[in-house]
């Protein structure tokens, strides 16, 4: 399994690396299998996996969960688990229990953390120094998205793409140990990474970032029919999942399965109830 220290040292070395967003144990496991560096357990599972209309929704039940059924399929692989809207903009003590909670009943590697509010960025000083890794996340920030107006690239401006530069170097400053980069203009997504010297990965953030993270229904074509630009599709799983049970029901209907290859016997039929 990676550690903090591995991704520092596949950035000084740049190594790329590969981040997935997973929710569930198949997913995981499937992530492991094919080599994937990290899995982020992101709180869009409340949109793609729960049906909830924004990320507002998912509490921290709802991460827990998730987040111990990724652990199970994924054991050796590093885990990081966002934590949920407005569990940590409380008290800061109530942010550190929420933090130490989720951090504890899921067994992860790593908090992630949206937006360097000042608040933020005092909770990260504080978990790390507890022994909590934080990764750190900026540009377009769902849990804000009401705020920022939007799902819109951020960064585009003098005043935005400084501001984020700002951002990169306060998170890295506080202790995190890798920052997300989400829909900023690549050339930007290049600065900041260069900028700082912990490992960026992005998501619609260009390919000069340290790493990509891309969520698992989407780079699969897996419940999903809409995809953001920055999505590339690996392979279409509804495609192939709708045929199959399409070829499913037209077995059942024509009384081709279960066949007898499916079915259990017994030697002697005498024992059968009598009707």
Avoid: W
């Amino acid at each position: 399994m990676l550690t903090i220290v591995d991704l520092a040292r596949m950035k000084n070395n740049q190594e790329k690396i590969a981040m997935v967003t997973a929710y569930d144990y198949p997913s995981a496991k499937q992530a492991e299998d094919a080599g994937i560096d990290l899995i982020l357990v992101g709180d869009s599972l409340g949109m793609v996996v729960l049906g909830y209309t924004s990320t507002t929704e998912v509490t921290m039940d709802d991460m827990i969960h998730h987040a111990k059924a990724v652990r199970r399929g994924a054991k050796n692989t590093f885990v990081v688990v966002d934590m949920p809207f407005m569990s940590y903009h409380a008290s800061l003590e109530q942010s550190i229990n929420n933090v130490s909670r989720l951090f504890q009943e899921t067994n992860a590697q790593a908090v992630k953390l949206e937006g360097a509010s000042e608040e933020t960025l005092t909770l990260t000083r504080r978990i790390t120094d507890g022994g909590i890794p934080v990764v750190g996340h900026i540009g377009l920030t769902p849990q804000t998205v009401n705020v920022l107006g939007g799902y819109r690239v951020q960064g585009k401006d003098e005043e935005t793409s400084k501001k984020l530069l700002e951002d990169a170097k306060r998170f890295e400053a506080a202790g995190a140990a890798a920052l997300v980069l989400e829909c900023i203009p690549k050339e930007l997504g290049q600065v900041l990474t260069e900028a700082i010297n912990i490992p960026t990965i992005g998501i619609g953030a260009g390919a000069a970032c340290d790493g990509q993270v891309l969520v698992y229904h989407d780079l699969l074509q897996y419940g999903m029919e809409q995809f953001p630009k920055f999505v590339k599709n690996y392979a279409n799983l509804n495609t192939a999942g709708t045929e199959g049970l399409k070829k499913y029901v037209s077995d059942v209907k024509e009384g081709q399965f279960p066949l007898d290859e499916h079915s259990y016997h017994i030697k002697n039929k005498d024992i059968l109830p009598k009707i």
